[in-house]
């Protein structure tokens, strides 16, 4: 079944010295699977998810030929629309943990208030399910973490705050926007399972957007392989050895594999036509 649907999506962005095309007439469909979209920086993953969660910043202009969440138009709904939509039927990690917690409230306020703002719960069950999905994400500590504000704890704590945060409606889409890359290598492990055993428990979507090629295609069903703005490939992960765009060739290439000695390392291959 399809849970999010886009058609030709593009993000502008109007300055000074003319238009920047972030995201170029993207199409794709998302089912309950996990789908990465890979692609060096700057070539537009992040617009792609803000875009799909109503959160491109001024000025930019969305524009598609269509874009609906299980049957919701995303491009005609309206501020009221995105209140009961975003934090409870779907929800995004920002890139950088440290924009998405408030800083002067504490953690488990906010895992609370975000609950009582889409659900009607008492104190007391927002508090126990707040603890509980503290404890879903490996607090050790859930009753501790609750009672600390954001700068008390490590990067690691903070992003798995974070991710309590916006599964505890319980989403059904979920965009995890490079939800590791601040972590060192156990830790992000760790999140990825917690991620992989919530869309397994729950049926839940996930777009999951990383520059890391191998990461995705160990964690993910389906790659998109976005370039300037652009979608270049679209395949199944247990595909990506018969990748055929050179670009996504390339990154392939310049994956190190263990036990293999290359000298020189592949230089990545950048060519104008790709991004035409
Ligand atoms: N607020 C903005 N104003 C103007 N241009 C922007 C704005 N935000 C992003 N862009 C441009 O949009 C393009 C795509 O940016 P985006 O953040 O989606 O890249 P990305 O693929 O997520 O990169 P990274 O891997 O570095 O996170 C970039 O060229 C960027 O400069
Ligand atoms: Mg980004």
Same mark, same amino acid.
């Given at each position: 079944?399809?849970?999010?649907?886009?058609?030709?999506?593009?993000?502008?962005?109007?300055?000074?010295?003319?238009?920047?095309?972030?995201?170029?007439?993207?199409?794709?469909?998302?089912?309950?699977?996990?789908?990465?979209?890979?692609?060096?920086?700057?070539?537009?993953?992040?617009? %792609?998810? $803000?875009?799909?969660?109503?959160? !491109?910043? @001024?000025?930019?202009?969305? =524009? /598609?030929? +269509? *874009?609906?969440?299980?049957?919701?138009?995303?491009?005609?709904?309206?501020?009221?629309?995105?209140?009961?939509?975003?934090?409870?039927?779907?929800?995004?990690?920002?890139?950088?943990?440290?924009?998405?917690?408030?800083?002067?409230?504490?953690?488990?306020?906010?895992?609370?208030? %975000?609950? $009582?703002?889409?659900?009607?719960? !008492?104190? @007391?069950?927002?508090?126990? =399910? /707040?603890? +509980? *999905?503290?404890?879903?994400?490996?607090?050790?500590?859930?009753?501790?973490?609750?009672?600390?504000?954001?700068?008390?704890?490590?990067?690691?704590?903070?992003?798995?705050?974070?991710?309590?945060?916006?599964?505890?409606?319980?989403?059904?889409?979920?965009?995890?926007?490079?939800? %590791?890359?601040?972590?060192?290598?156990?830790?992000?492990?760790?999140?990825?399972?917690?991620?992989?055993?919530?869309?397994?428990?729950?049926?839940?979507?996930?777009?999951?957007?990383?520059?890391?090629?191998?990461?995705?295609?160990?964690?993910?069903?389906?790659?998109?392989?976005?370039?300037?703005?652009?979608?270049?490939?679209?395949?199944?992960?247990?595909?990506?050895?018969?990748?055929?765009?050179?670009?996504?060739?390339?990154?392939?290439?310049?994956?190190?594999?263990?036990?293999?000695?290359?000298?020189?390392?592949?230089?990545?291959?950048?060519?104008?036509?790709?991004?035409?």
């Amino acid at each position: 079944m399809t849970l999010l649907a886009v058609r030709n999506l593009s993000v502008t962005y109007p300055t000074r010295t003319g238009l920047i095309e972030a995201v170029r007439g993207i199409s794709f469909d998302l089912g309950r699977e996990r789908l990465g979209i890979v692609g060096e920086s700057g070539s537009g993953k992040s617009q %792609t998810g $803000r875009a799909v969660m109503g959160l !491109t910043p @001024k000025p930019g202009i969305v =524009r /598609a030929d +269509a *874009m609906t969440f299980s049957g919701v138009d995303l491009l005609n709904a309206g501020p009221a629309d995105w209140r009961t939509l975003r934090g409870s039927r779907m929800a995004m990690i920002l890139q950088d943990p440290k924009f998405s917690l408030n800083p002067v409230m504490t953690i488990g306020r906010q895992i609370t208030e %975000t609950l $009582r703002q889409h659900e009607k719960v !008492t104190k @007391k069950e927002a508090r126990q =399910r /707040a603890l +509980a *999905m503290l404890e879903a994400v490996q607090i050790r500590d859930p009753e501790r973490l609750f009672g600390l504000y954001p700068h008390e704890v490590s990067g690691g704590m903070g992003q798995r705050a974070m991710i309590a945060m916006m599964l505890v409606c319980g989403p059904e889409l979920l965009i995890a926007d490079e939800p %590791t890359s601040a972590l060192d290598v156990t830790v992000q492990l760790e999140v990825l399972g917690i991620l992989d055993r919530l869309v397994r428990d729950t049926g839940m979507g996930l777009i999951f957007i990383s520059h890391d090629l191998r990461l995705v295609s160990s964690f993910c069903d389906r790659v998109i392989v976005m370039y300037a703005g652009r979608i270049v490939e679209e395949l199944a992960t247990a595909d990506l050895s018969h990748a055929r765009h050179p670009y996504t060739r390339g990154l392939l290439d310049c994956t190190p594999k263990i036990g293999e000695d290359r000298h020189p390392l592949p230089v990545l291959e950048r060519r104008k036509e790709w991004a035409a």
